[in-house]
C-alpha cells in the first residue's frame, strides 16, 4: 500500500463528494437570474454578487484545495476518473432529500463507476508516482490550443441553441467545458507538484507566479464555470453532461500518462487499469442516458402544456388552480422564492423560442406540469431536482430535470 492510496485516494473522494454537493446550491441562485448569453460570462458577474451562489463557490473552494493536496501524493490517471464520483454523491443527494427517482439503467450507471474505482485501486496499489511537472512551453500550448478550442466549441453551441438545434448545442458546451475543466485540471497538477517539491524543499508556491499555472487555472476555471452556468440555464445541459464528464476526465488521464512521465500500471494490473476506465466511462454514460430520457419526458409534458386549454384539460382549468400531479396544498402556484435547488423548473419556450425566466407564476406551472411534489423538503416547494425527477413524487419519474452544473474551481471534472 502507497502514499497514493492510503493519503491520495481518500482525499479525492472527499473532494469529489463536496464537488457533488456545491452545484446544488449553486443552481438554486443561478435559476433566478435572467437567462445567460454567450459565454455566460455576465451571468457569472450577477450570480458573483448572491450570497447563496458564494456559499456553494465556498464550498468549491474547500473541494479544490483537497484536490490540490491529493494531486501532490497521487497521479493524475488516478485522481482525474475517481473525482467522477462527485455525479454519483450529486444523484443520491437529489434522491435522498428531494425524493428523486433513479432507474435501472441509473443505478446500474452508479454500480459501474465505483466497481471501476475500486479496480482503479488495485491498478495503483503497488506504484503510483506523481510524474514530472509541464514545461511552459507545454502549458502556452495548452493556453492557446485550449482556448482557440473552447471558443470555437462555444460559438458553434450559441449557433446551434439559436437555431433550437439541442443536440448540436450539447455537444459544443459539452466539449468546451470539458476541455476547460481538463484543461484547469493540469493547471491544478502544476500546483499539486509544487507542493509535494515545496514539501521536499526544493522550491516554494511563490515560484508559481512567474509561470503560465496559476494564469492558466483561473482563465480556464472561470471559462469552464461560464460555459456550465450558460448551459444550465438551457436543456442543453442535460445532455451535454456525459460528455463534459468525460472529456473532463480522461483527457487528463490521456496528457499524464503520455506527456507527464507518469508510469502506467504493468502486468495485470495495467489489463485492470484499462477496464476500471471502460466501467468509470459506461457508468457516466448511463446516468446520462438516464437524465436524457428525464429530459425527452419533460418536453412532452412541456408540449402537452403548450396546447390550447379545452384540449389539454376538457372542460376547462381543474379547480383551484391545479393540474394534474401538482401541489395540491398550493394551489398548483409557486411563490416568487420557488425554486428547488438545483431543480428550479425551466420557464416554458416563448415564441422566440427562448427559455423564459422562473418567475414564479401561474405561466410556470403551465410551463412543468406536476412540478410539485408532495412531502418534498421546504427548498421552495418544488420536488423537482438536478437528479429530476417529471414532479410526482418519489414514486413517478425518472433522471434529471437538467443534468449537473459544474463547478467554477473544478479542475479534475469528472
Not at 149 to 176: M, V, W
Not at 274 to 283: P, T
Amino acid at each position: 500500500m502507497n502514499t497514493a492510496l492510503v493519503v491520495g485516494l481518500p482525499t479525492t473522494v472527499v473532494s469529489a463528494a463536496l464537488y457533488g454537493v456545491a452545484p446544488l446550491i449553486q443552481a438554486m441562485a443561478a435559476r433566478r437570474e435572467e437567462a445567460g448569453t454567450g459565454l455566460g460570462l455576465g451571468l457569472l458577474a450577477r450570480l458573483a454578487t448572491r450570497p447563496l451562489w458564494l456559499v456553494g463557490l465556498a464550498v468549491e473552494a474547500g473541494s479544490f484545495l483537497l484536490e490540490v493536496y491529493a494531486l501532490s501524493v497521487a497521479p493524475v490517471a488516478l485522481v482525474a476518473p475517481v473525482m467522477a464520483l462527485d455525479m454519483i454523491v450529486f444523484t443520491l443527494l437529489a434522491r435522498r432529500l428531494l425524493g428523486e427517482h433513479i432507474s435501472r439503467g441509473g443505478w446500474s450507471g452508479v454500480g459501474l463507476m465505483v466497481a471501476g474505482v475500486v479496480l482503479l485501486a488495485y491498478a495503483f496499489h503497488h506504484h503510483a508516482e506523481v510524474g514530472s511537472p509541464a514545461g511552459n512551453d507545454v502549458l502556452l500550448a495548452f493556453l492557446v490550443l485550449g482556448l482557440i478550442f473552447s471558443l470555437l466549441c462555444a460559438f458553434g453551441a450559441n449557433l446551434a441553441s439559436a437555431r433550437q438545434q439541442i443536440a448540436g448545442a450539447a455537444l459544443g458546451f459539452g466539449l468546451a467545458a470539458g476541455v476547460s475543466y481538463a484543461i484547469a485540471t493540469l493547471a491544478t497538477r502544476q500546483i499539486g507538484l509544487a507542493v509535494n517539491e515545496r514539501r521536499n524543499g526544493d522550491t516554494t508556491l511563490i515560484d508559481l507566479l512567474s509561470t503560465p499555472t496559476p494564469y492558466l487555472l483561473v482563465l480556464f476555471s472561470v471559462l469552464a464555470l461560464g460555459l456550465e452556468q450558460r448551459g444550465l440555464q438551457g436543456r442543453a445541459a442535460v445532455i451535454a453532461f456525459p460528455v463534459t464528464s468525460g472529456v473532463s476526465a480522461f483527457l487528463p488521464v490521456t496528457l499524464g500518462l503520455t506527456l507527464f512521465d507518469e508510469p502506467a500500471p504493468d502486468g495485470p494490473r495495467l489489463i485492470a487499469f484499462v477496464i476500471s476506465l471502460v466501467m468509470v466511462a459506461a457508468g457516466i454514460a448511463a446516468l446520462g442516458r438516464d437524465r436524457s430520457a428525464a429530459n425527452r419526458s419533460i418536453e412532452d409534458e412541456e408540449s402537452l402544456a403548450d396546447a390550447p386549454a379545452d384540449e389539454t384539460h376538457p372542460g376547462g382549468p381543474h379547480p383551484g388552480g391545479t393540474h394534474p400531479g401538482s401541489d395540491a396544498h398550493s394551489g398548483g402556484r409557486h411563490s416568487a422564492d420557488t425554486v428547488v435547488g438545483a431543480g428550479a423548473s425551466y420557464g416554458s419556450m416563448g415564441g422566440e423560442g427562448r427559455y423564459r425566466r422562473y418567475d414564479g407564476t401561474d405561466e410556470d406551472d403551465e410551463g412543468w406540469p406536476g412540478s410539485a411534489s408532495p412531502g418534498g423538503p421546504d427548498f421552495g416547494g418544488s420536488g423537482s431536482a438536478p437528479g429530476g425527477a417529471q414532479g410526482r413524487g418519489p414514486e413517478a419519474g425518472s433522471g434529471d430535470r437538467f443534468g449537473l452544473v459544474r463547478d467554477p474551481l473544478r479542475s479534475a471534472q469528472g
